[in-house]
Nanobody
Framework: QVQLVESGGGSVQPGGSLRLSCAVS????????MSWFRQAPGKKREGVVF???????TYADSVKGRFTISKDNAKNTLYLQMNSLKPEDTAMYYC???????????????????????WGQGTQVTVSS
């Protein structure tokens, strides 16, 4: 059984940084396509970043240059380093694994169907002064 446990969310001031973690059990992260999504109150879920098994990444335009995805295969953990945070980054953040390649297009802004089989419970990020 695959389980994802996220951590690292919190409240920061604009311009601050946070690092989210997503610990995966039941499967190795090295073989998965993985993504981070977020959902703000009253808004639809949006893709933030996608990483394939070779480490190739796709970022949403809104976070390019500020967010960085990485994974530690030895720790079986996915990370999201978030710098220069803005109030509009406030949302619940979810990691997802076993995604198909359509998830990368969704991150890029396409409005299409996609699949991610396993999801974390979410971690709240609040950016406010």
């Amino acid at each position: 059984q695959v389980q994802l446990v996220e951590s690292g969310g919190g409240s920061v001031q604009p311009g601050g940084s946070l690092r989210l973690s997503c610990a995966v059990s039941g499967h190795t992260v090295s073989s998965y396509y993985m993504s981070w999504f977020r959902q703000a109150p009253g808004k639809k879920r949006e893709g933030v970043v996608f990483i394939d098994s070779a480490g190739r990444t796709t970022y949403a335009d809104s976070v390019k240059g500020r967010f960085t995805i990485s994974k530690d295969n030895a720790k079986n953990t996915l990370y999201l380093q978030m710098n220069s945070l803005k109030p509009e980054d406030t949302a619940m953040y979810y990691c997802a694994v076993d995604c198909d390649r359509s998830a990368a297009r969704v991150v890029a802004g396409w409005n299409i169907q996609y699949r991610c089989t396993y999801w974390g419970q979410g971690t709240q990020v609040t950016v406010s002064s």
